[in-house]
Nanobody, 122 residues
């Protein structure tokens, strides 16, 4: 069993930066691939980024490539999402998830956090 708790969301202006954290608990947490997804009001949850268990492989949605960076600190059981050059269309609830492989598919992630809200004003 893995528990995930996100933090770091908030209200920022367009162009600002924000770093989200996802603290994982559970003996095997560091062995899981980790992903970030987001869900904007009235829209479906979508893939943002993912990394494998070591952090050596990363994947990004085209909409965030070059602006967002995923990283993980396994000794701390924490995954980060550094978000730069934020835009109003980045406004969403951001969720971290743990799964067996770093994939864009929501269904492949077994454990989910409760989400943290990010609002970007223009």
């Amino acid at each position: 069993q893995v528990q995930l708790v996100e933090s770091g969301g908030g209200l920022v202006q367009a162009g600002d930066s924000l770093r989200l954290s996802c603290a994982a608990s559970g003996r095997t947490a560091r062995s899981f691939a980790m992903g970030w997804f987001r869900q904007a009001p009235g829209k479906e949850r979508e893939f943002v980024t993912a990394t494998n268990w070591s952090g050596g492989s990363t994947y990004y949605a085209d909409s965030v490539k070059g602006r967002f960076t995923i990283s993980r600190d396994n000794p701390k059981n924490t995954v980060y999402l550094q978000m730069n050059s934020l835009r109003p269309d980045d406004t969403a609830v951001y969720y971290c998830a743990a799964g067996l492989g770093a994939t864009t598919s929501i269904s492949q992630y077994k454990y989910w956090g409760q989400g943290t809200s990010v609002t970007v004003s223009s």
